[in-house]
Nanobody, 125 residues
Framework: VQLQASGGGLVQPGGSLRLSCVAS????????IGWFRQAPGKEREWVSC??????????YYADSVKGRFTISGDNAKNTVFLQMNSLKPEDTALYYC?????????????????WGQGTQVTVSS
């Protein structure tokens, strides 16, 4: 599976951005797409993930983004979106999407086998 992330940019505090992640190649009937972020000098951290299947699109969020970020999926287009509202300077990071075929949602980078290139999100006035 290959992943292509896009949608990053520069936004003022309180603003919004929508990230996209398109999966190509073979995709199973049931998998997860996760979003992670990494700020300079910090470890990569899990942000959110979503189940991709015909009958389940359960979503999961880190406490730091709950209520501000929304993950969603377009199964037909193998695309996952991360809508980010009420952005804060501490949300500034390189954002990555990743693919997991394990049967459970995971916050661990080790459980994701394919990664997209990062897209930079900068929140600054």
């Amino acid at each position: 599976v290959q992943l292509q992330a896009s949608g990053g940019g520069l936004v003022q505090p309180g603003g919004s951005l929508r990230l996209s992640c398109v999966a190509s190649g073979f995709t199973p009937d049931y998998y997860y797409i996760g979003w992670f972020r990494q700020a300079p000098g910090k470890e990569r951290e899990w942000v959110s993930c979503i189940t991709i299947s015909r009958s389940d699109n359960s979503d999961y969020y880190a406490d730091s983004v709950k209520g501000r970020f929304t993950i969603s999926g377009d199964n037909a287009k193998n695309t996952v979106f991360l809508q980010m509202n009420s952005l804060k300077p501490e949300d500034t990071a390189l954002y990555y999407c990743a693919f997991s075929s394990l049967g459970y949602p995971s916050m661990s980078t080790a459980d994701y086998g394919s990664w997209g290139q990062g897209t930079q999100v900068t929140v600054s006035s």
